[in-house]
């Protein structure tokens, strides 16, 4: 490749080279350098050498006279910057003059690394500012609740008008949904039940054997799946995967441009995109807890047939005799709740990607975190609340 040579001007007078685009006059002790026309990469290349030399003079003022200036790049800005810079540091009085606003931004903009500059220390701990960053926090968590209850406020409006005229509401989207978030849920639903299942029942088995009450894993598998396991993986698999696809979905819909779209040609956002997200949860969550709940007992019966010897008829027997309706039924009205939820804190915060890649990013796992999180808190409310009932 032949390389591209670069005519250097001729020194002036002042020993500084000349140019079309600089040109460098002297006022007593001080010098006034007058910069001209469009000062682009091409130029700053060009008058490398004169600026470099102006640098370097020990006059005690300068001035650069850039209101002839028609045009100006970070090339050309740097190079400015760079002269600037190195007199001051010579203790040289420098002055920019001329220059209009709108070129005078992308001089600002020219910056100059200083690797000697000393990093600021983080700051160090004090009350004051713990109670500010808790107070932002409070405040962030009390406007993401205030924003979950009003688009579940507008979800139970247009389910109300749905209930009355019935094809408002879009039956594809919905079986689509249920389809993406629970059928295809089933096989890692199932096995990672399965196996807690087992687990459960193999530690219970370990520790109930030195009492001689090993026949009580089955009670405690059978209460614990039914009651809590059972549906808390669930619901923690869907809100890790259906909770993290709402927000994405929605949120790249966003960054496209295509929510704006919905919106112009009149169709509500929360009608075709959230009210089908959470009747198809709503109806999916459920079926995967019972699904759940077998899987576990699956699981725990592998464990109690093979480890303690019993047979299926006796292990169905003690299950019947240790376990209520309740038992079931209390981690299945736990499931429309958790739906409601998860469905929610999916789209809402799809609905609040800002625009670009990061913030799809940002928002899904911020409703995975925050899903996981109410879940558990709700699950402990369940639990405290039927504990209070003596359910």
């Given at each position: 490749?032949?390389?591209t040579?670069?005519?250097?001007?001729?020194a002036?007078?002042?020993?500084?080279?000349?140019?079309?685009?600089?040109?460098?006059?002297?006022?007593?002790?001080?010098?006034?350098?007058?910069?001209?026309?469009?000062?682009?990469?091409e130029?700053?290349?060009?008058?490398?050498?004169?600026?470099?030399?102006?640098?370097?003079?020990?006059?005690?003022?300068?001035?650069?006279?850039?209101?002839?200036?028609?045009?100006?790049?970070?090339?050309?800005?740097?190079?400015?910057?760079?002269?600037?810079?190195?007199?001051?540091?010579?203790?040289?009085?420098?002055?920019?003059?001329?220059?209009?606003?709108?070129?005078?931004?992308?001089?600002?903009?020219?910056?100059?690394?200083?690797?000697?500059?000393?990093?600021?220390?983080?700051?160090?701990?004090s009350?004051?500012?713990?109670?500010?960053?808790?107070?932002?926090?409070?405040?962030?968590?009390?406007?993401?609740?205030?924003?979950?209850?009003?688009?579940?406020?507008?979800?139970?409006?247009?389910?109300?008008?749905?209930?009355?005229?019935?094809?408002?509401?879009?039956?594809?989207?919905?079986?689509?949904?249920?389809?993406?978030?629970?059928?295809?849920?089933?096989?890692?639903?199932?096995?990672?039940?399965?196996?807690?299942?087992?687990?459960?029942?193999?530690?219970g088995?370990?520790?109930?054997?030195?009492?001689?009450?090993?026949?009580?894993?089955?009670?405690?598998?059978?209460?614990?799946?039914?009651?809590?396991?059972?549906?808390?993986?669930?619901?923690?698999?869907?809100?890790?995967?259906?909770?993290?696809?709402?927000?994405?979905?929605?949120?790249?819909?966003?960054?496209?441009?295509?929510i704006?779209?919905?919106?112009?040609?009149g169709?509500?956002?929360?009608?075709?995109?959230?009210v089908?997200?959470?009747?198809?949860?709503?109806?999916?969550?459920?079926?995967?807890?019972?699904?759940?709940?077998?899987?576990?007992?699956?699981?725990?019966a592998?464990?109690?047939?093979?480890?303690?010897?019993?047979?299926?008829?006796?292990?169905?027997?003690?299950?019947?005799?240790?376990?209520?309706?309740?038992?079931?039924?209390?981690?299945?009205?736990?499931?429309?709740?958790?739906?409601?939820?998860?469905a929610?804190?999916?789209?809402?915060?799809?609905?609040?990607?800002?625009?670009?890649?990061?913030?799809?990013?940002r928002?899904?796992?911020?409703?995975?975190?925050?899903?996981?999180?109410?879940?558990?808190v709700?699950?402990?409310?369940?639990?405290?609340?039927?504990?209070?009932?003596?359910?």
């Amino acid at each position: 490749m032949q390389a591209t040579a670069i005519d250097r001007p001729a020194a002036g007078r002042n020993g500084i080279p000349e140019s079309d685009a600089l040109a460098v006059e002297s006022r007593g002790d001080a010098v006034v350098a007058r910069l001209r026309g469009v000062w682009t990469l091409e130029t700053a290349l060009t008058v490398d050498a004169a600026m470099r030399a102006l640098a370097e003079r020990s006059d005690r003022a300068v001035t650069l006279d850039a209101a002839a200036v028609t045009r100006l790049d970070s090339a050309g800005a740097w190079a400015i910057r760079r002269t600037a810079a190195r007199l001051e540091q010579r203790g040289v009085a420098v002055e920019i003059a001329g220059l209009d606003d709108g070129l005078r931004a992308i001089l600002d903009k020219a910056t100059l690394s200083d690797p000697a500059a000393m990093v600021a220390p983080p700051p160090r701990w004090s009350l004051p500012r713990f109670l500010e960053q808790l107070g932002r926090h409070v405040v962030e968590a009390a406007g993401t609740g205030r924003g979950l209850l009003g688009l579940l406020g507008l979800v139970v409006a247009a389910l109300g008008q749905a209930v009355l005229r019935p094809r408002r509401l879009r039956g594809t989207a919905v079986v689509a949904q249920i389809e993406a978030t629970g059928v295809t849920a089933l096989p890692i639903v199932g096995l990672l039940c399965f196996l807690v299942g087992v687990v459960l029942a193999y530690m219970g088995a370990l520790q109930l054997a030195r009492f001689g009450a090993a026949v009580l894993t089955v009670n405690l598998v059978g209460v614990s799946v039914l009651r809590e396991i059972g549906i808390l993986l669930a619901a923690i698999i869907v809100a890790g995967r259906s909770g993290s696809a709402f927000a994405a979905q929605i949120g790249t819909m966003k960054v496209n441009q295509e929510i704006d779209a919905l919106e112009t040609m009149g169709l509500s956002v929360v009608d075709v995109l959230v009210v089908p997200r959470v009747v198809a949860l709503v109806i999916a969550l459920p079926a995967l807890a019972v699904f759940a709940d077998v899987a576990g007992l699956a699981g725990g019966a592998v464990v109690c047939l093979f480890l303690l010897d019993l047979s299926t008829g006796q292990f169905l027997a003690q299950l019947a005799s240790g376990v209520t309706i309740w038992s079931f039924l209390v981690g299945l009205i736990k499931a429309p709740v958790f739906a409601v939820v998860i469905a929610l804190v999916g789209c809402h915060n799809g609905l609040g990607v800002s625009g670009s890649a990061e913030s799809v990013g940002r928002q899904t796992t911020r409703a995975v975190v925050e899903s996981i999180f109410l879940v558990i808190v709700l699950n402990a409310i369940f639990a405290i609340a039927f504990a209070e009932m003596g359910i």
